[in-house]
């Protein structure tokens, strides 16, 4: 039977049951690894987006704080039980600190209608959530570091994702993170360590996430109830919490396997109420797969689907035409029209045979699924 979150949350790549670390196979070695041999006061936590950086952080900032002995704890990981690590699950341990952009507080199980902390600036509740770390949420965060601490010897800052940090909040973290008050320790997460500041990265040490390997990944996504778990793995290019994302926003293995041959004809319906990004995200997937078989190789995300060959040049141009789409999708004119026009070149690029094996009901995947091709 498939574990449930907790607690009801965000269903995104970091979800909350993908927060806890201790649920992901593949990060142990990691983990474990750290803590031993952690020699900063910051880390800075990297790896693709759906493997798991924000609970290997989560897991960090709880093991610092947890209240057991370190004589009882071998491995220094947390022990799961005390009270601080209580806190840690509930999102409310007076000593660590969660800084988020305002459109993640639900996905990393914070209350989702409460103002990001330093944010009470009277904005209207209609507007659209921020998609940034803003100043003022690090100067809070700064003025929490200078308290004394509240529970534990040890301050936690948790940021993530670290490339959510414009220009001026970087710079107002820049000081605290080169002299941290008292036991302050920072973790940031990111899947994007090149687009920070060389001066945040140079404060940090570097532990890199290595991507899942393909047997602990598939067990772990097959107890989570995914039927078929490597073709929804494949689907998404090796990012278990990817895959378990699609999976719970309906879309199956047979559906993803089906989706090159409803493209080729031209299936508008099947793709009704998907979001335009995920839309341009799955299009330039199969794009790279039919360029792959166009030149002999072996497809990557859609390995045992029905893909037919093409011209290379074509498909080159369709390729960075994608591309362009993919920086405008959060902006449509006309998002209906404009999934309409992606389709309609998709099947213009060459049409795959029709077979019995594409079926007739829409394919769903209304959640978030973020990975890149
Ligand atoms: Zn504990």
């Known amino acids: 039977m498939a574990s449930k979150p907790d607690k009801p949350g965000g269903d995104g790549a970091e979800g909350r049951l993908g927060l806890d670390a201790a649920r992901l196979p593949w990060l142990a070695d990691t983990l474990t690894r750290t803590l031993a041999s952690q020699r900063s006061h910051a880390l800075l936590v990297s790896g693709p987006s759906g493997v798991g950086q924000m609970a290997f952080a989560l897991a960090l900032a709880k093991s610092w704080l947890c209240e057991t002995p370190l004589a009882d704890r071998p491995q220094r990981l947390a022990c799961g039980h005390c009270g601080s690590c209580h806190l840690v699950d509930e999102r409310s341990h007076p000593d660590l600190r969660l800084i988020v952009p305002e459109a993640l507080r639900g996905e990393v199980g914070l209350d989702a209608d409460e103002p990001g902390e330093g944010d009470g600036e009277g904005k209207s509740k209609k507007a659209k959530p921020s998609q940034e770390i803003k100043v003022d949420q690090i100067r809070t965060a700064i003025g929490f570091s200078e308290l004394t601490a509240g ?26 993170l080169e002299e941290p008050p008292g036991a302050l320790r920072f973790v940031l ?57 699609m999976h719970q926003a309906g879309l199956d293995a047979a559906a993803w396997l089906a989706l090159p041959e409803r493209v080729a004809a031209g299936d508008v319906a099947a793709f009704g109420g998907w979001a335009l990004p995920q839309l341009i995200e799955t ?33 080159t141009a369709w390729a960075a035409d994608l591309r362009r789409q993919s920086r405008h999708a959060d902006h449509p004119y006309n998002a209906g029209l404009a999934l309409e026009a992606l389709l309609a070149q998709a099947r213009d690029m060459g049409a795959a045979p029709r077979s019995d094996a594409a079926s007739a009901r829409p394919l769903r995947a209304g959640g978030p699924i973020h990975s890149r091709p």
């Open 283 to 315: 299009l330039q997937k199969l794009c790279h797969d039919r360029l792959l078989v166009s030149v002999g190789a072996a497809p990557r995300y859609f390995a045992g689907a029905r893909l037919v060959p093409g011209d290379v040049a074509r498909l």
């Open 189 to 245: 997460s990111t899947s994007s360590p090149q687009s920070l500041l060389p001066t945040i990265r140079s404060r940090c040490q570097a532990i890199v996430l290595p991507r899942p390997e393909a047997a602990p990944a598939i067990a772990w996504l097959a107890g989570q109830g995914v039927d078929r778990p490597e073709v929804l793995l494949a689907a998404s290019g090796e990012q278990p919490l990817v895959a378990l994302a």
């Open 151 to 176: 529970r534990a010897s040890t301050k936690v800052m948790l940021l993530h994702p670290a490339e959510a940090l414009n220009t001026i909040s970087a710079n107002a973290l820049l000081k605290t």
